[in-house]
C-alpha cells in the first residue's frame, strides 16, 4: 500500500488520488477509507493527512511496512473473525457464500455489499497470500495450507 506514501506528498483529497492512479474517485475513496480503517490516514475535510501510524509508515522500509500492513490487516475485526474461523475449521477452508454469511451477520447490509465487502477481503487475503504464504484465495474459497505434522 503506497497511499500514506501519496499522502506524504501531498497527494491527499479523492480527486488527486484518481489522478496519480488513473481511477474514479469514488474508488480513490474506497482506498482512502481502508486507509482510514488501517489507522494510516485521517479526515480533515475535504482532505486527509498522516495519522501518527501513517507517518510511522512513511519512515519504514519497504519489508517493514509490508510486516506493519499484514498486522493491521489481521487486526481488523472481520479479518480476525475470518481468520479465526479459518484455523477452527476442520478443513481449514471457507467458501465465499460463508464468507458472504459472516460478513453480513455483522452488519445489516445488503447481499450486494456483501458481496463487494468480500470481494476486498478476498484481494486482501490474496495480497497475504503473495506475501506471507499463509493463506491460499481461488475463484470460489479461502483457505488455510495444510502441512504435514513431523
Given at each position: ?50 495519522s ?5 509508515y ?10 506493519l ?82
Amino acid at each position: 500500500m503506497d497511499l500514506p506514501l501519496a499522502v506524504a506528498d501531498g497527494i491527499n483529497t479523492p480527486q488527486k488520488l484518481a489522478e496519480r492512479y488513473g481511477f474514479d474517485k469514488r474508488q480513490s475513496l474506497y482506498y482512502l477509507q481502508a486507509a482510514e480503517m488501517l489507522g494510516f490516514v485521517l479526515p480533515r475535510k475535504e482532505r486527509y493527512q498522516l495519522s501518527a501510524l501513517g507517518r510511522r509508515y512513511v519512515a519504514l522500509t519497504q519489508p517493514q511496512r509490508k510486516e506493519l500492513l499484514s498486522r493491521k490487516m489481521l487486526l481488523l475485526p472481520v479479518m480476525l473473525q475470518v481468520m479465526v474461523n479459518l484455523a477452527l475449521s476442520p478443513i481449514h477452508r471457507m467458501t465465499r457464500e460463508q464468507l458472504a454469511k459472516l460478513v453480513s451477520s455483522r452488519a445489516r447490509i445488503s447481499a450486494t455489499t456483501a458481496s463487494r465487502r468480500v470481494q476486498s477481503i478476498c484481494n486482501w487475503l490474496a495480497w497475504l497470500e503473495g506475501e506471507t504464504g499463509m493463506i491460499r484465495v481461488s475463484k470460489d474459497h479461502v483457505s488455510i495450507p495444510l502441512s504435514s505434522k513431523g
